[in-house]
C-alpha cells in the first residue's frame, strides 16, 4: 500500500537494525546484486549484517511511500553519489549508527545524521577539526558532562546539511556553521555559499540518539515513525 506525502511534511522513519541468521537471509533477498557485492566485502561480520539491514531498510520506507516492491526499487546517483530515485518521486536520505537506521522521505532535497550518544575519546580533536571559532567557543559553554552529547549534536547538524545540499562530508565540515545554544534548539548560520534557505530539525527519537534533518524551504512538519524492517 501507498503512503502518501503531504505537502510540508517530512516523514522521518526509524528502526533497528538488529537481526537473527535468518532475518540476515531475508532481508538479504530484496537487496540489488551490487549491494549484495557490497555486503560480501566487509571483512567484519556484524558490520555486513548492518549494512545488509540498512539497506533492507531503505528499500522498506521507499517501498510503502512508492507502493513499489523494495526489491525493484532502483537508484540513480548525483554528481557526488547522492542516491535519488531512478524512476522519479519523493526525495530522500538515509542514515545509521550503532544497531540503528533513520530514513527521511519527503518532497524536496533533504538530508538526515544520526549519532548515537557515546563518549569520545578524542573529543577536542574532533572538534578543531570539524567546528569553526565561533562553534568551539559554543561548546565552552557547556558543562563538561554534556559535551561528548553536545559534539555529537552539533556534527548530526553539519552532517545533514551537507548531505541535504548533496556533496556530503567531502563539502568541508567546516563549511556549515551552526548556533548550538546550552538551551534551545541548534540553527544554521551558514551552510557553503548556497544562496537556497535551508531549514535545521531536530527529530524526537529515544533519548540515546541524536538526530538531525536539513530540508530545502522553511515550515516544515517533522512525523516520526517507529517501523520493522522485517515487513513490507
Not at 78 to 98: I, M, Q, V
Not at 221 to 232: D, G, K, L, N
Amino acid at each position: 500500500m501507498k503512503i502518501d506525502i503531504p505537502n510540508g511534511e517530512v516523514q522521518v522513519w526509524w528502526a533497528s537494525l538488529e537481526a537473527t541468521d535468518s532475518q540476515t537471509e531475508e532481508l538479504r533477498r530484496v537487496l540489488s546484486p551490487e549491494e549484495t557485492r557490497r555486503a560480501e566485502r566487509f571483512r567484519v561480520e556484524a558490520a555486513a549484517r548492518r549494512f545488509i539491514a540498512a539497506r533492507a531498510a531503505l528499500r522498506s520506507v521507499l517501498g510503502r511511500t512508492t507502493g513499489t516492491d523494495p526489491a525493484d526499487i532502483t537508484f540513480a546517483f548525483g554528481e557526488h553519489g547522492k542516491p535519488r530515485l531512478s524512476g522519479g518521486g519523493p526525495c530522500f536520505n538515509a542514515s545509521d549508527t550503532g544497531n540503528f537506521v533513520v530514513v527521511a522521505v519527503t518532497t524536496t532535497e533533504v538530508g538526515i545524521d544520526i549519532e548515537l550518544v557515546r563518549s569520545l575519546r578524542r573529543r577536542d580533536r574532533l572538534a578543531r577539526r570539524i567546528c569553526t571559532k565561533r562553534e568551539l567557543d559554543a561548546l565552552t559553554r557547556f558543562p563538561e558532562e554534556q559535551r561528548d552529547a553536545a559534539l555529537l549534536r552539533l556534527w548530526t547538524c553539519k552532517e545533514a546539511a551537507l548531505k541535504a545540499i548533496g556533496t556530503g562530508l567531502p563539502g568541508g565540515a567546516r563549511n556549515v556553521e551552526v548556533d548550538l545554544p546550552p538551551h534551545g534548539s541548534p540553527k544554521l548560520v551558514r551552510v557553503l555559499d548556497d544562496p537556497d534557505r535551508w531549514a535545521l530539525y531536530s527529530v524526537d527519537l529515544p533519548p540515546n540518539l541524536l538526530c538531525s534533518t536539513v530540508i530545502r524551504g522553511p515550515d516544515w512538519r517533522i512525523v516520526s515513525r517507529q517501523f520493522s524492517i522485517y515487513s513490507t
